[in-house]
């Protein structure tokens, strides 16, 4: 089953919603309005591009997002209206709070059938609340993703889409100017790894503030910054399984050692925030007693299953 929308709807013209619609209209000849003429041989569909927005001329925000959409030729309403009906494929890009929201609101409006492209940032959990929504208004749910910065990339950011029968949806992105990758067929797993990515990335950005700051005090700024490059040795996804299976065996040696960081930052005026987390998580494992007698470096998924047994506990 291949996919060929006419129309398409934009929910949310921020950031993501407007640098999608660029991306279109630049490439794929999406209009506001249906075009008087093919854009190719045998090529007679509208490619019409609607966009909804609740901010929609309500604030400085609300009138520039306004103005940026009616300069691309994209019709753009400020509520949810029955020409939503029309579009065959919706791409939902509000901010993740406003998810189930947007969902519930496009709901009633959809055309049975319609594919419904999830790109806010949500839980695997609200992710599963945003497809009950849709798909018991007969519309076809399609987890998205994004996995990188629209600002800078644009429609290119890169997407992992996941539910049932993807693999349409991925085509139709690629040749439309996206950057998307399937996953698989568990809706909200997609949702679920830009999640879990975040845990890590989110901290080396916390933890980055913290020693970058104290460098930058201390005036060894440059210094700092060259003594990373060990970590280049490695593909980083091999980097970051070899700090997990090393934890296991050296955490008694690295807790010790935050202790120390933690006076140092203490030390140049910077409160260790993160200094001292990463410090009680390290004590946590030490607790635990789990080091191995020989000292052997486990295997990482050894080094999970000791860890989630033994020392990574739920609430």
Known sequence: MSLSPRVIALLGFGEAGSAIARGLCADGGWRGAARSTPAGPGDNAPRRLIAIDTALDQDARGTALGRQARALDVAIEGRYTAALSEADLVICAVQGEHALEAAEAAAPLLKKGAHYLDLCTVTGAMSDEDRAAIEGAAGRYVDIAVMGGFFKSGIKAPMLVAGPDVEPVVAWMNANGFEAKALGPKPGSASSVKMLRSVLMKGIESLAVESLVTAQRQGILDEVLACF????????????????????????????????????????GVDPLMTETTEKSLLRTVDAGIAPADGKVPSLAEALKILSEKVVRGR
């Open 229 to 268: 490059s060990d970590a280049d040795q490695l593909p980083f996804r091999d980097f970051i399984a070899t700090l997990v299976q090393t934890h296991v065996v050296h955490a008694h040696r690295r807790w010790e050692e935050m202790g120390l960081v933690a006076k140092t930052l203490r030390e140049t």
